[in-house]
């Protein structure tokens, strides 16, 4: 079974532009979540879509949105692009959504690796 | 505020030795913990779960344990190896996916 794929895996670009991250998660997965990993910050949740809805959406300014299509593949976009927002972008799917009471294994994927310069 | 603190920050450890890892937490209500590897580079693998009634999970070589009244868990790593070297992420959750909250991992290098 394929893992979960995120492409591209680096990016750079330039304070202002917008950026789209796409992220395909294992076969048969509805539950795709979003991450911002950074060397001061940690490891941070952006926000989580099950079946095409987003569910949860964590601490993180508007410019950050995403999507996710019928065949469960997520977008993450990045609009305005600041300098801060260099970090390795992870998304993870799992079978079920985060609920309450309900304890599924998330697989991540490799990353996307923005610079902003 | 909820918080995981993990000790040590960093550790190196000869190869075929064993370690543990330590994870506090003051985040309540609690749903589960997790133990993630990261690799350089590479997104995180999850080792363990556990939930509130389990104080101990074995996966291979690596044996977490939860203490859920001291709000202390650790993760034991015997016999280590080089593909050891990793990142160990300890992350709590209140429940559900946004209600995450991770640690700053420790950074574990094992040397032959």
């Known amino acids: 079974k394929a893992g979960v794929t995120q492409t591209p895996r680096y990016l750079i670009k330039t304070r202002g532009q917008q950026v789209t991250l796409s992220c395909s998660p294992i076969?048969?997965?509805?539950?795709v979540s979003w991450y911002q990993q950074t060397p001061g910050q940690g490891l941070q949740f952006l926000f989580e879509?099950?079946?095409?809805?987003?569910?949860n959406k964590g601490n993180f300014p508007g410019r950050f949105s995403g999507r996710q299509f019928s065949n469960s593949r997520s977008e993450m976009n990045v609009s305005t692009l600041e300098l801060g927002d260099s970090a390795l972008y992870l998304c993870?799917?799992?079978?079920?959504?985060?609920?309450?009471?309900?304890?599924?294994?998330?697989?991540f994927g490799p990353g996307t690796r923005l610079t902003v310069l | 505020k909820n918080q995981v603190e993990q000790s040590p920050q960093s550790l190196i450890i000869l190869e075929g030795k064993n370690c543990t890892l330590q994870?506090?937490?003051?985040?309540?209500?609690?749903?589960?913990l997790r133990w993630y590897k990261q690799d350089t580079g590479r997104g995180p693998v999850s080792l363990t779960i556990?939930?509130?009634?389990?104080n101990t999970k074995s996966n291979g070589r690596y044996t977490a344990t939860l203490d859920a009244d001291t709000k202390q868990s650790s993760l034991h790593i015997t016999a280590s190896q080089l593909s050891d070297s990793a990142s160990y992420i300890c992350?709590?959750?209140?429940?559900?996916?946004?209600?995450?909250?991770f640690g700053t991992g420790t950074k574990l290098q094992v040397i032959p």
């Open positions: 993870a799917s799992s079978s079920t959504p985060g609920l309450a009471g309900v304890v599924d294994t998330q697989y």
């Open positions: 076969s048969g997965h509805r539950s």
């Open positions: 879509y099950f079946s095409e809805t987003q569910r």
């Open positions: 994870c506090n937490y003051t985040v309540s209500p609690f749903s589960n």
């Open positions: 556990m939930t509130f009634s389990e």
């Open positions: 992350v709590v959750s209140k429940g559900g996916y946004q209600k995450v909250t």
